[in-house]
């Protein structure tokens, strides 16, 4: 059976964010492209008021394990289903997430004021401070693949050693020297890693 792979975008909210990055995965393998209603320049749909909502939409499309890839506000929805439904959670990539971390200990810039100027339209409950509450990451229990560019203001590479070091205990921390949020380039970093990761695993299983 294809592997099935769910790809969860940040804030943006668009569903074109990682297809650069799964163009590049394995043609026979199953993606699913999330965009978020209400969010970025997506349309708005009365049923999406919470990211507790967003986590059921994005449940309610899980038939069997899968691998989640999410970036920024995404890797906030990943891990909570993470936390929450771990038998439908194969293998988790998280990358420049806050992931339910206390981000401004963290020297993380604020990016609630640039976000309003360049998506004017989109839902209030976005700012909502229940969203950034911390989570109980410790009990993530899926391989965990933390990848942060350093040269990203809004989740600094502090974020992703101390998921790494304090917090996902299957959690394995990459940095990618020169990038921020970029999407093609966190892609395609994304990719190379846990490429590499599959063929280090094979050769353990000969």
Known sequence: MARRVFFLPGTGASPDFWKPAGALLPAEWSKIYFGWPGLGHQPHDP???????????????????VDLVAQSMGGVIASRIAIDHPGLVRRLVLTVTSGGVDMATMGASDWRADYRRLFPNAAEWVYAPRNAAPLPVERIAAPTLLLWGDKDPISPVAVGRHLAQHAVDHGEEVGLAGLGRDGQG??????????RRERRAARKRR
């Open 47 to 65: 049923a999406i008021g919470s990211f507790d909502d967003l986590v059921r939409m994005v449940v309610a499309r899980i038939e069997r394990p």
């Open 186 to 195: 966190i892609g395609r970093g994304a990719v190379g890693v846990a490429q």
